[in-house]
T-cell receptor, first 112, second 111 residues
Framework: ETGVTQTPRHLVMGMTNKKSLKCEQH?????MYWYKQSAKKPLELMFV???????ENNSVPSRFSPECPNSSHLFLHLHTLQPEDSALYLC???????????FGSGTQLSVL | GENVEQHPSTLSVQEGDSAVIKCTYS??????FPWYKQELGKRPQLIID?????GEKKDQRIAVTLNKTAKHFSLHITETQPEDSAVYFC??????????FGTGTRLLVSP
C-alpha cells in the first residue's frame, strides 16, 4: 500500500477510555505530523516529528501523547479526553519538514 | 504567532467562470505558501504551492499569486468545472517546520 494510512477510520470513546491512533507512511518521508480538524476551524497543528525527533508541540494538552518509534510510524495516544476533543485527526508526512505535506484520510473521533 | 485569514468562506460560481480565493498572513518571515483541496470525506491534497522568491506560479487551470509587500496570496481557478467543488485551504510557513492554515473556502461550481 502506498501513501499515508491511518487507523482506525472512526473511533468512539468514553471520557475515561484510553485509545491510540496509528499512522503509517510508505513514502520514505522524514517528517510526520498530527493535525486536528474541527468544523469551521483551521487545521490545527499538534505535533511535528522530524527524523523521529519531536520538533514541535503546539501547546497540546497532555491527554494527547504522541509516539514516533521510527520515521514510518506515528501514534497518538489518547486518555481522559473531553467531548470538545471530538474532531477529525489527520496524520501527514513530508520529505522536507514543513512543505508538501501528504495527508492521510484521518480518524474521525467522537468522545462521549 | 502567525495568523492566516482566508476569504471568502463560501464561493458559488457557474461552470466556466473563474474563482478567486484570497489569503492574508501576518508574519513577514513566512516563505512558503501552499494550497490544499479537500473534497467531501477525503484527505486534503496539495494542488499548488509558491515560495516567497516567486510572484506567480501556474499549473494548467490553477494559479497562485503572491504579494509579499501586502502579505497576501491568492488562488485563481479558471474555467471552473463541477469537480472543482471542494473546500480549499491556504497555508503559510512562518517557521522552519510549521504550516499555519486558513479557515477554508467552500467552492461550489454549478453546472
Amino acid at each position: 500500500e502506498t501513501g499515508v494510512t491511518q487507523t482506525p477510520r472512526h473511533l468512539v470513546m468514553g471520557m475515561t477510555n484510553k485509545k491510540s491512533l496509528k499512522c503509517e507512511q510508505h513514502l520514505g518521508h522524514n517528517a510526520m505530523y498530527w493535525y486536528k480538524q474541527s468544523a469551521k476551524k483551521p487545521l490545527e497543528l499538534m505535533f511535528v516529528y522530524n527524523f523521529k525527533e519531536q520538533t514541535e508541540n503546539n501547546s497540546v494538552p497532555s491527554r494527547f501523547s504522541p509516539e514516533c518509534p521510527n520515521s514510518s510510524h506515528l501514534f497518538l495516544h489518547l486518555h481522559t479526553l473531553q467531548p470538545e476533543d471530538s474532531a477529525l485527526y489527520l496524520c501527514a508526512s513530508s520529505q522536507e519538514a514543513g512543505e508538501k505535506l501528504f495527508f492521510g484520510s484521518g480518524t474521525q473521533l467522537s468522545v462521549l | 504567532g502567525e495568523n492566516v485569514e482566508q476569504h471568502p468562506s463560501t464561493l458559488s460560481v457557474q461552470e466556466g467562470d473563474s474563482a478567486v480565493i484570497k489569503c492574508t498572513y501576518s508574519d513577514s518571515a513566512s516563505n512558503y505558501f501552499p494550497w490544499y483541496k479537500q473534497e467531501l470525506g477525503k484527505r486534503p491534497q496539495l494542488i499548488i504551492d509558491i515560495r516567497s522568491n516567486v510572484g506567480e506560479k501556474k499549473d494548467q487551470r490553477i494559479a497562485v499569486t503572491l504579494n509579499k509587500t501586502a502579505k497576501h496570496f491568492s488562488l485563481h481557478i479558471t474555467e471552473t468545472q463541477p469537480e472543482d467543488s471542494a473546500v480549499y485551504f491556504c497555508a503559510s510557513r512562518p517557521g522552519f517546520q510549521k504550516l499555519v492554515f486558513g479557515t477554508g473556502t467552500r467552492l461550489l461550481v454549478s453546472p
